[in-house]
């Protein structure tokens, strides 16, 4: 009963390389999330999506882009990574398209990434 | 500004006593109002999902209480273990986002022996 999971559990890079975050879920669920948290902060969402082959941007996209590449999968990529990218990454989903109904959002373990 | 404030930012208790954290929220109208325990490395687990309309929600040995009429809502844990030992977030949904969740920075709980 794997829930949400999520590659690398770390990463370190250097100022202007890219990488992907990976997700994925196998509860079926509709909607995905990608968060960031920082210490003294609450989560932030950077982007989500609704259902498969939708995504839309929330509170702090910039420098981010995001693909459902199916109902099961949902990855982050950070094209040209900065020092204020250094963060959590926290993938969740969730069973309805929208936060409206009582379903709760169901998180991986994050990724802790370093930009040097 | 949507705001959710948690108090106090940490908190330390022995164990078997009980506690209770608090979430102030300016966030108005909201849809629903939620705990999360996230343990030290993990992501976050969900307690408790409470309507503007509910006034408490229970999970075991956690109790969470919402006063819409105050803004506040808060987290009762009884008799407390090591392993409740954790953050516990307070997250609230504006009724203006179909998406949108606004988290709380949290409150650091330690059960000591």
């Known amino acids: 009963n794997a829930g949400v999971t999520q590659t690398p559990k770390f990463q370190v890079l250097k100022t202007g390389q890219s990488m992907t975050l990976q997700c994925a879920q196998d509860?079926?669920?509709?909607?995905m999330y990608w968060y960031r948290q920082d210490p003294g902060m609450g989560l932030r969402l950077i982007y989500y999506?609704?259902?498969?082959?939708?995504?839309d941007k929330g509170e702090v996209p910039n420098g981010y882009n995001v693909s459902r590449l199916n109902k099961r999968e949902f990855s982050l990529r950070l094209e040209s990574a900065a020092p204020s990218q250094t963060s959590v990454y926290f993938c969740?989903?969730?069973?309805?398209?929208?936060?409206?109904?009582?379903?709760?959002?169901?998180f991986g373990d994050g990724t802790r990434l370093s930009i040097l | 500004k949507n705001q959710v404030e948690q108090s106090p930012q940490s908190l330390i208790i022995l164990e078997g006593k009980n506690c209770t954290l608090q979430?102030?929220?300016?966030?108005?109208?909201?849809?629903?109002l939620r705990w999360y325990k996230q343990d030290t490395g993990r992501g976050p687990v969900s307690l408790t999902i409470?309507?503007?309309?509910?006034n408490t929600k229970s999970n075991g040995r956690y109790t969470a209480t919402l006063d819409a009429d105050t803004k506040q809502s808060s987290l009762h844990i009884t008799a407390s273990q090591l392993s409740d030992s954790a953050s516990y977030i307070c997250?609230?949904?504006?009724?203006?986002?179909?998406?949108?969740?606004?988290f709380g920075s949290g409150t650091r709980l330690l059960v000591r022996p």
């Open positions: 979430c102030n929220y300016t966030v108005s109208p909201f849809s629903n």
């Open positions: 969740a989903s969730s069973a309805d398209r929208t936060i409206y109904s009582n379903q709760p959002q169901h």
């Open positions: 509860m079926n669920h509709n909607s």
């Open positions: 409470m309507t503007f309309s509910e």
């Open positions: 999506s609704a259902s498969e082959g939708t995504t």
């Open positions: 997250v609230v949904s504006p009724m203006d986002s179909s998406y949108k969740l606004i």
